[in-house]
């Protein structure tokens, strides 16, 4: 015991103090080498690609870097002698300036003068026309149509589609909207059988949903119900909207001759005057059931070719065609059956809409026209049958004029030999 306290007596406060610290020290120092062998050993995660490991962490064993491939001399030596075949070739070839669209020589490339605005889309307006002319045939009715109804008659058909173009021109609406009317009316008559009470619904039905489609702001319900004086109620209207186009199955892409018509009059340079007139002959085509069969490109251009014959214009060139896509011979008997009509001389209402000084009273004009071209020929075609008969109905008509004076003076000679 004695000696025990001789050692503690030995150790002076400094030399405990100085011990304390290290024995301190040892266990952080271990901890911190620790935390390196742990370091080294762990390795970092890497990120998961996609059908990759679902634990987004590598395996214990550590990944082995892959050996880069070093470029090989050949591959620059190919990639050089192809570079120099390339600039040989351009130097052997001249330089060509290609177009954007394959133009023919027979007429002028109006579309050059819109290529800078990105709104004619002049580099698409080909493949676009050729797309309409596709599907102008798909929307056609059928021109029997009237055979399969039991009820109603073509007179009848005229009469709505008379009083439609009021109802157009009072709520002023776009030519496009009657258009497609229309040809709504008349691809459902084809496809169902209407009564005749129905067939006013079916008409004011389907302007509202050419309304819809092509106006910016469509006439309410209310507004078609006035026009209608209260025949039929809201709710018939909008079941009926339904019907209409469950039965053409949401089919409203009908190109109309206004978009023909925009196009051929590029190659007239926009006269206001021949557009005004061919709008007048191209709603004549709503109007007479005859037309059902023709498309809207043909009403079009047959509507623009008739107009400038009217205005002496001139004939009908290389750039009318091209931008029209038909020739004189393929318009004829459209021509014909515009003036057929013409010639009955109707005073209705798409008479009486064209009429108007907004219209430049082109209706009266075509009258006009008719009646001091009737006698020799209103075809545009010299030669057609239609001038051939309206001549040797001229002919006739000026024979039997001078028969009465002889027949009257062979009377009075008999009855002088009877004296």
């Given at each position: 015991m004695s000696k025990n306290k001789d050692r503690q007596s030995l150790i002076s406060p400094t030399m405990f103090a100085t011990q304390s610290r290290v024995l301190r020290a040892r266990p952080q120092q271990q901890n911190v080498q620790i935390q390196k062998e742990k370091e080294k050993k762990t390795v970092k995660p890497v990120k998961r690609a996609a059908l990759g490991d679902l634990s987004n962490v590598q395996k214990q064993q550590p990944a082995k870097k892959k050996p880069v491939a070093k470029p090989v001399a050949k591959k620059k030596v190919v990639k050089k002698e192809v570079e120099k075949r390339k600039t040989e070739e351009q130097i052997d070839k001249p330089e060509v300036q290609v177009q954007k669209k394959a133009r023919t020589i027979d007429h002028d490339d109006l579309d050059l003068e819109d290529m800078h605005d990105p709104v004619m889309v002049s580099e698409y307006v080909d493949d676009i026309f050729d797309y309409l002319r596709e599907l102008e045939k798909q929307c056609l009715p059928n021109a029997d149509y009237m055979d399969m109804q039991k009820e109603l008659q073509w007179k009848m058909r005229t009469i709505l589609i008379d009083w439609l173009i009021e109802v157009h021109v009072k709520f002023r609406l776009l030519p496009e909207t009657l258009y497609l009317a229309v040809n709504i009316i008349d691809r459902f008559l084809s496809l169902r059988v209407v009564a005749l009470q129905k067939l006013q619904l079916v008409g004011v039905t389907s302007l509202f949903i050419a309304s819809k489609y092509e106006e910016v702001v469509s006439p309410s319900i209310q507004n078609f119900l006035y026009m209608a004086e209260d025949g039929y109620t809201e709710d018939e209207i909008v079941k009926a909207e339904r019907y209409?186009?469950?039965?053409?199955?949401?089919?409203?892409?009908?190109?109309?001759?206004?978009?023909f018509l925009r196009r051929s009059s590029k190659a007239d340079d926009y006269d206001i005057q021949t557009r005004t007139l061919a709008k007048y002959l191209m709603e004549i085509s709503l109007v007479d059931h005859r037309f059902l069969v023709t498309p809207a490109s043909l009403v079009a251009a047959s509507a623009h070719y008739l107009a400038r014959h009217m205005l002496n214009r001139g004939p009908w060139n290389k750039n009318l065609i091209h931008y029209s896509g038909?020739?004189?011979?393929?318009m004829s008997s459209t021509v014909q059956l515009y003036l057929e009509y013409l010639l009955k001389n109707p005073q209705n209402s798409l008479f009486k809409k064209y009429s108007r000084r907004n219209f430049m009273k082109g209706a009266i004009f075509v009258k006009n026209w008719i009646e001091t071209h009737k006698s020799n020929g209103l075809h545009p075609i010299p030669d057609h049958e239609m001038n051939v008969d309206a001549r040797n109905a001229n002919k006739l008509i000026e024979s039997e004029e001078d028969l009465p004076e002889e027949e009257e003076a062979d009377t009075e000679g008999n009855a002088d030999a009877d004296e």
């Open positions: 209409v186009l469950q039965v053409l199955k949401f089919g409203l892409q009908y190109p109309t001759p206004m978009s038909y020739q004189e011979h393929e």
